[in-house]
């Protein structure tokens, strides 16, 4: 009875002191605010002025600093003063309207659908905007029309504006950029459609190949159709020559081959590197580096590749294929680029802002990320550039 008495007594004692804590605990704590607002975009206050009245030791628990507070929502963090923490809310509001500089007037190709933001030259606003037609054109109209767009930011603030689109009749073919004559070794797939690109003023445009010539299984030269054509009906015609050659024996794989290219890939790049970074890095390392003998394998730009990293021996044809294979690793849009007689190859690469020509053939390295007025300009030091120009997508 008494050691039941005991326990009853400590268990009355704890009981006391836990409440005389909270109590303690309830006194200490700071009258605060469960929500402040702030504008998104402004610079974040001190944690103090979550408090009803000045703390100048409150600080933030939560690494705001990873906040994004460009965007209108409640943010829950948490903050602390005195040692106690208090769970509270960062409200960011958007009172603030777009400001919108639209576009006067553009031209647009008969059946080509424009989005509301085409209209838009640019917008000022801290959080991101949506954009709709209040009154949309019709894309199947010749001539000129008024629309009218709104633009509606985060915090639900509004913009109108009127603007003008003419719609024309299309009368341009889609055009296809990177064709050129195809290699292979016979048993080897044929990579029809490798590094082509199509482009059209309007969505929508497509190409047909015409195989119907080429021979299955058989050495010789055949002649390929590429038809382009667009929503408007406008279609042109493109033809290359596919080189079937005698097969050839390789005792390595092309995807053995592309890992040994990958080991030497992830000593060239870093992954925090932008794709112009990497682009720049492999030109670094692969310029000028070969001992020039002629290539005459021009089918396997993999196997021509791998050559030239082997025996640091080749030709325009060897850098080309090299500087290819890597570019593919670092996911770099790329096209093979070969000048009118067909003495000179090098590359073509769009790392997000625009094709440029890139040369790693002459050890130069103001041949990287070349304009056709460069290309132009550099003749003059002997190298050669002189291309078909239409074959290739415009430069800045």
Known sequence: MKSVLRVVKYLLIITVFVVAIGFFLAKMRVPYNDIMVIEAGDELFSAAYFFKSPQGDAAYVTDVDKLDIRHVGDYPITISLNGLRYHVKLRVKDSVSPVVKPQEHIESCYGNIISPKEFVESVDDVTDCVY???????FFKLGNQRVRVLVRDEGGNEVVFESEVEIIEDKSAPVLYGLHDIYVHLGDPIMYSDEIIIHDEQAGATYDIDKSEVIDNKVGDY??????????????????????LEPVVSQMSDDEILEVFRVE???????DMTKKEKAKAIFDHLSGTLEYIPVTDKASYIKNAY?????????CVTYYSMYRIWLNMAGIENMK?????????FNMINCGDGWYFVDTFYGDNDLFMMTKEDLKKYMSRGYEFLIDEDNYPDTD
């Not at 709709?132 to 019709?138: A, G, N, Q």
């Not at 890939?265 to 992954?271: A, H």
């Open 132 to 138: 709709e037609y209040v009154i949309s054109p019709d």
């Open 223 to 244: 002649p390929v159709y590429y038809k382009t054509r667009d929503v408007s009906g406008n279609e042109k015609t493109y033809s290359v020559t596919l080189h079937v």
């Open 265 to 271: 890939y992830e000593k060239i790049v870093t992954p």
């Open 307 to 315: 050559t030239g990293l082997t025996t640091k021996k080749g030709d």
């Open 337 to 345: 680029v070969v000048t009118k007689n067909e003495s000179h190859t």
